[in-house]
Structure formats: structure tokens, C-alpha cells
């Protein structure tokens, strides 16, 4: 975390809110700049940076993105830090992890974070992280609605023992019902009654 830190200049001690992910219209990368402008403005003094761990699209879009956040004043708080070979490493040290994706099979990376104890707060698309968050692992919030997303947010940065609560759920959770050692036998025995099926 210090590294990180020094890297990009943000105080010790202050939250880190990560999202992660390819910059892409799907995943909502404007969105995660107007959580940061909502959270910057209501909470002024409040010490909170934001952290994108994902490849972009192409050269126009880190203008367009970086253009928007120069005239909002947040070039000291958002980053686009680019592809990272150990994106875990960010996820590690955030307090919590954003979703701000519009459209999402799962939202794997709520996944990953749950396995690091952190929490997630996402939108809730008719299929995504709300499967997995649910009511226990962090929030789900209405679709596109940076506003609430900032409340959340704001609430789990301020709130370290419900952090740890939900992430520590979240964590559980991930254990119980999302791993390859579960899953996979699961597919596999409906692929299996599948075939059994086709046969009879």
C-alpha cells in the first residue's frame, strides 16, 4: 500500500477506492469519474482517492477520460493506472472495490474482491454482482445512480467495522458457492443429465 501510494501520490492514511476492469462503455469508466466528483464534493475533507486497474480501449478514450477529470479538479484523486500484471495487488489495498459496469455477465471482479475480505458496492443490472453481493457483501444500488453508489461508498469508508463485516461475509461467501471446486461439479452434472437426457 505505501508503494502504491507513493507512486501516485496519495497520503498515508487515506481510502482507496479501486475498480478494475477493461475501460469500456459496458464497464461505465465516466461513471467511476462522477462517483469520485460526488464523493469529492460532499465530502470535502474527507481524504479519498480512486484507483481504474484495466486496459483501455484505445488512445482517444484516455484523452477523453482524463480530459473530463482535469476539469473537474481530480487529477490528484482518479487514476487510470493502465493493464497491471498482479491487479490483485491494488484490490488488496482498497477499502472498497466499485462496479460502475452498465452491463456485466457476473462481475468477477466483486469475486476477487471478496477474496482479499473487501466489500463491493455495484449497480444492479438484471445480471451481475447483485447475484453475489446480495444484502450481506456490500451494496447494490440502482442502475447508474452515481449518487447512491457515493453514499455507500462514503458509508463503508467511514464505517471500518462494517467494512471488515461485509467483506469478511463476502469472503465466506466466495468459499461456500463461487470457487472452481465447487462450481465445476455442478457443471458438470448438468452437462451429465444433459447427455443422459439426449441418449433417453
Known amino acids: 500500500r505505501d508503494k502504491v501510494c507513493g507512486q501516485l501520490g496519495i497520503p498515508a492514511g487515506a481510502a482507496i477506492i479501486c475498480a478494475c476492469g477493461r475501460v469500456s462503455w ?15 464534493k460532499r465530502y470535502p475533507d474527507m481524504p479519498v482517492y480512486f484507483i481504474w486497474a ?27 493506472i493502465g493493464p497491471q500484471r498482479k491487479a490483485m495487488d491494488y484490490i488488496a489495498i482498497c477499502d472498497v472495490l466499485v462496479s460502475t459496469s452498465r452491463e456485466d ?17 455495484a449497480f444492479g443490472l438484471p445480471v451481475g ?4 453481493i446480495e444484502n450481506d457483501s456490500g451494496y447494490v444500488v440502482p442502475y447508474l445512480d452515481a449518487e447512491e453508489m457515493a453514499e455507500k461508498t462514503v458509508l463503508l469508508v467511514k464505517s471500518p467495522e462494517l467494512r471488515d463485516r461485509l467483506g469478511a461475509r463476502a469472503r465466506i461467501k466466495l468459499n461456500e458457492g463461487f470457487t472452481t471446486e465447487v462450481c465445476a461439479p ?8 444433459v447427455i443422459r437426457a439426449g441418449k433417453n
Open 26 to 40: 459496458c464497464k461505465g469508466p465516466e461513471l467511476f469519474i462522477q462517483l469520485a466528483r460526488i464523493c469529492r
Open 54 to 80: 484495466g486496459e483501455m480501449d484505445y488512445r482517444l478514450r484516455r484523452f477523453e477520460l482524463q480530459y473530463e477529470i482535469d476539469n473537474l479538479g481530480l487529477e490528484k484523486y482518479v487514476h487510470f
Open 105 to 121: 455477465s457476473l462481475g468477477l471482479v466483486c469475486l476477487e474482491a471478496a477474496s482479499a475480505g473487501k466489500p463491493s458496492v
Open 129 to 132: 454482482a447483485k447475484e453475489f
Open 186 to 193: 455442478k457443471i458438470l452434472n448438468v452437462i451429465e443429465q
